[in-house]
């Protein structure tokens, strides 16, 4: 099947998802009308930050002002001080799952979560753009986008190393990763155990109230992780162009500055010599994470990258069948790593995430990349191996990086945006 004829057939399906996930009702709290579209139609039915950039960016290729309302939508939860929170909890459930008020401010029923996420919302606003030259909608969201990158150079980045710090793993949007067991200080594979350093931080941001300077300077959870500050250089770049489509020269300027300021801080401070690959770092003693996951491949999104790094990441890394070359990359663990687990990962009847199957949002953020570089060919056989995934399994969750197995929630969300890559 051709790329035009599968395009066509995934946009149907992609109608469809959207469809059967739509969430729509309304809020007492807000005093309006709510739709967007939920990750899945079951467990996961509020809406998340990155999920909704990733929905909004296949909404562009059919429907723009769908597109926009989905954008439109989440950014109602942002709280007054500029703070996007990392889900919204619209309907009106007296009784939200458990995680809800662990990761909110003590509420009995919160609205919001107290955490954010990869702040990728400006990535879905360009490619938006770029369809159908809305300046209105520019005029609209930008100045709300702006403020939260504000807040979180205010707020996460203490020592000013134009670095944006998490102070949860459910920040980074890969929740379970093993990046942050080094930064919680839990190295061994005993999940019980495991979970519990995972949550001891959110327990302690809940007692220290999610200040997010005071939990970074007692320094129990401190990251500044790669997808995420990958996500907020690409992001300010993108505001840089927006605001200056719309006469904002100021505004352009500052987000043009601070997207250069932190990529060079990014490429050097999270670039290890020795093994030729990114690493996330955490503490005020900024250690690295020497763990490889998807997350070290991610830079590769980012516009300034050198070509030895990039050599390094693709060569060395990516098409190393003993790290990432799966015969359906791009695991989220590399193969050689302690960590590694292809299949799902059992913790009781909780599956721990991200520690090894292959997720269709992070290939996004790598294929691109391979674009932005030259990578074509790579970049095309990724997109290949994907569909065949797609074709073997339905828009899942997450895969089998061995056999192409689709696990956990079918249709899937964001699994839509290979539509983006074809």
């Known amino acids: 099947m051709g790329n035009n004829a599968l395009k066509t057939k995934y946009i149907q399906k992609a109608k469809a998802i959207f469809l059967a996930n739509l969430m729509q009702g309304y809020s007492a709290w807000k005093k309006t009308n709510y739709k967007y579209i939920a990750p899945a139609s079951k467990e996961y039915i509020y809406q998340w930050l990155w999920d909704s950039a990733f929905h909004a960016i296949v909404l562009s290729h059919f429907d723009t002002s769908w597109a926009k309302s ?4 989440f950014l109602m939860g942002q709280w007054p001080d500029g703070f996007i929170p990392h889900v919204v909890f619209w309907g009106n459930k007296k009784i939200l799952p458990h995680w809800a008020y662990i ?16 702040p990728a919302l400006a990535l879905a606003v360009e490619v938006i753009y770029e369809k159908d030259k809305d300046k209105d909608f520019l005029r609209d969201v930008l100045p709300k986008l702006a403020r939260h990158h504000r ?66 300077e007692k320094d129990y959870f401190n990251c500044e992780e790669l997808v995420f500050n990958t996500v907020f250089i690409q992001a300010s770049r993108s505001l840089a162009k927006l605001f200056l489509e719309i006469g904002e020269i100021s505004e352009a300027k500052f987000f043009d500055g601070i997207a250069q300021k932190s990529e060079n801080s990014l490429l050097e401070k999270c670039w290890d010599d020795k093994d030729q690959i990114f690493y996330s770092i955490f503490s005020k003693n900024e250690k690295k994470a020497k763990v490889k996951t998807v997350a070290s491949l991610i830079p590769l999104f980012l516009d300034g990258i050198s070509k030895t790094q990039a050599d390094a990441l693709v060569k060395k890394h ?40 292959t997720w269709i949002n992070t290939n996004w953020f790598v294929i691109k990349g391979l674009r932005k570089h030259g990578y074509d060919e790579i ?11 797609i074709e073997k399994s339905g828009f899942r969750e997450y895969y089998n990086p061995e056999t192409g197995e689709g696990y956990r929630r079918s249709n899937f969300g964001w699994s839509t945006l290979i539509l983006d890559l074809l």
Not at 105 to 117: E, F, V, Y
Not at 326 to 349: G, H, L, Q, R, W
């Open 151 to 216: 807040w979180l150079l205010e707020n996460r980045d203490i020592d000013k190393d134009n670095l944006i710090s998490i102070i949860s793993p459910n920040e980074s949007g890969m929740d379970e990763s093993p990046v942050f067991q080094f930064v919680a200080g839990f190295l061994a594979q005993d999940a019980a155990r495991l979970h519990y350093y995972y949550r001891r931080g959110d327990f302690l941001n809940h007692r220290f109230l999610f200040n997010s300077k005071l939990i970074l």
């Open 379 to 389: 970049a095309d056989q990724i997109i290949e191996k994907t569909c065949q995934m």
């Open 103 to 118: 990761e909110s401010k003590l509420s009995i029923r919160p609205r919001t979560t107290a955490l954010t996420q990869p």
């Open 318 to 357: 990516l098409l190393s069948k003993n790290e990432f070359w799966t015969n359906f990359p791009i695991p989220s663990v590399a193969k050689n790593e302690i960590y590694y687990t292809p299949t799902e990962t059992p913790f009781y009847k909780v599956k721990l995430l991200w520690r090894g199957p």
């Open 70 to 73: 989905e954008i439109r939508n």
